[in-house]
T-cell receptor, first 115, second 114 residues
Framework: DSGVTQTPKHLITATGQRVTLRCSPR?????VYWYQQSLDQGLQFLIQ???????AKGNILERFSAQQFPDLHSELNLSSLELGDSALYFC??????????????FGEGSRLTVL | TQLLEQSPQFLSIQEGENLTVYCNSS?????LQWYRQEPGEGPVLLVT?????EVKKLKRLTFQFGDARKDSSLHITAAQPGDTGLYLC??????????????FGKGTKLSVKP
C-alpha cells in the first residue's frame, strides 16, 4: 500500500462527457503528480502541483485540468471526452518540493473507459 | 525530445534463468530510475542510479547506469515467478530537474514461468 488513494478505480462513460478523478496523497506529501498510461503511449506526465500551486505541465490536453486543494487532495477533470482518452490515470505523490530526489509513490490508478 | 527506449518489449522465461533488460536514450540524464508495475497497481520504485557507471544491487537484481548517463540495464539472476511484471525505466524530463516530472520508457513485460 503506497498510501496514495485514488477514486474511482473504474469509470465508464460516453464521448463528450466530463469526469473528475480524485487523489489523496500520502500523509505529509505536498507534491501531487498526474500521469496517464495508455497501451500505445506508455506512462506520460500530465501535471504537477505543489502545496496548492501548479508547478509543471507535461502533455496535458486543454480539455483536461487539475487542481490541488488546501487539504492537499487533488482532482483531475477530463472534459469533452474522446475515445482516445480511455486510459489508466495515475496520481503520485512525493515528500519534497520541486528539487526532490526521492521516490514517487503511485496510487492504484483510475481506469477510464470512454465508449 | 527526450526518449527512453526499452528492450525487449516482452520477455518470457523459465524460473531460474537469468535475464537483462535495457533502457537506452540519445539524451543524457542526471539520473535514471527503475520501477516495477504489477497488474492493477501503480509503479513501485526499485532503484535510482545517479552516477555514471554506477552499479546497484537489490537482492537478485543488478542495475547499472551507463558511463555516459544515456543508458541503463537491469539484470535479474535466477528469476522467480514473483519477478513477473512490467519493468519501467524513467528519468527527469529536464536534466537535473525534479525527479517527479518523469519521462518513462514503454517498459519490458516480463513473465517468469514456474
Amino acid at each position: 500500500d503506497s498510501g496514495v488513494t485514488q477514486t474511482p478505480k473504474h469509470l465508464i462513460t460516453a464521448t463528450g462527457q466530463r469526469v473528475t478523478l480524485r487523489c489523496s496523497p500520502r500523509s505529509g506529501d505536498l507534491s501531487v503528480y498526474w500521469y496517464q498510461q495508455s497501451l500505445d503511449q506508455g506512462l506520460q506526465f500530465l501535471i504537477q502541483y505543489y502545496n496548492g500551486e501548479e508547478r509543471a505541465k507535461g502533455n496535458i490536453l486543454e480539455r483536461f485540468s487539475a487542481q490541488q486543494f488546501p487539504d492537499l487532495h487533488s482532482e483531475l477533470n477530463l472534459s469533452s471526452l474522446e475515445l482516445g482518452d480511455s486510459a489508466l490515470y495515475f496520481c503520485a505523490s512525493s515528500g519534497s518540493g520541486t528539487w526532490n530526489t526521492g521516490e514517487l509513490f503511485f496510487g492504484e490508478g483510475s481506469r477510464l473507459t470512454v465508449l | 525530445t527526450q526518449l527512453l527506449e526499452q528492450s525487449p518489449q516482452f520477455l518470457s522465461i523459465q524460473e531460474g534463468e537469468n535475464l537483462t533488460v535495457y533502457c537506452n536514450s540519445s539524451s543524457v540524464f542526471s539520473s535514471l530510475q527503475w520501477y516495477r508495475q504489477e497488474p492493477g497497481e501503480g509503479p513501485v520504485l526499485l532503484v535510482t542510479v545517479v552516477t555514471g557507471g554506477e552499479v546497484k544491487k537489490l537482492k537478485r537484481l543488478t542495475f547499472q547506469f551507463g558511463d555516459a548517463r544515456k543508458d541503463s540495464s537491469l539484470h535479474i539472476t535466477a528469476a522467480q515467478p514473483g519477478d513477473t511484471g512490467l519493468y519501467l525505466c524513467a528519468g527527469p524530463m529536464n536534466y537535473g530537474g525534479s525527479q517527479g516530472n518523469l519521462i518513462f520508457g514503454k517498459g519490458t513485460k516480463l513473465s517468469v514461468k514456474p
